[in-house]
């Protein structure tokens, strides 16, 4: 505890008065560029990773970056993208994953969930990508490269269900907005993005934004 207070004085002595400019304009309201899904572990740092600053990124954090299919669970992420969306008027919408993850390290193996129910009945809806991996992965046998391949079909399958809320199906429905699917491996710093024209999550970069926007009707099939 006592190194974030020592951080606590340490922005408000070095950070914010060399950024007070920026903090006294963001009063007035935020408009952010994009609204960022992620993980709650605390190995990611959204605004450190896109090197963003505060008001640039809305940010949606939970176990396993799910997004449960709207109507299927009175939680806060529905009423967040909503406000992103509709409030806000995001015009980027991304679900990013990350290697190593433990909650997709117990969607693989659920023995690993019996001491935290809370967990296992978040994880019924990421219940698409388990049965993804199970039925069409058994070619699949090794742990490294089978917690991977879950980490980037539960993005993809997170993506489905974003679809789902009405907001965002909407700005999809009027071109508004883009969806994008991203995993972070933090051990390297390397960000993937999903390709739908080749299919597969590639590094993403500079210049292909573009090619990784997933914009109405261009998500595979899961």
Known sequence: MQKLVEGIHQFQNDVFCSKQRLFEGLVKGQQPLALFITCSDSRIDPSLLTQTEPGELFILRNAGNIIPAYGAYNGGEAATIEFAVSALGVKDIIVCGHSHCGV???????????????????????????RIIEENYTHITDPTARLTATVEENVLVQLEHLRTHPSVAAALSRKSINLHGWVYKFETGQVFGFNPEQGQFVIIEETSVAAHSLSHGNLPII
Request: proline share 4%; glycine share 8%; net charge neutral.
């Open 104 to 130: 997709m390290g117990g969607l693989l193996d659920q023995s690993k969930l019996e001491k935290i129910p809370a967990v296992k009945s978040w994880l019924s809806h990421a219940e698409s990508t388990h």
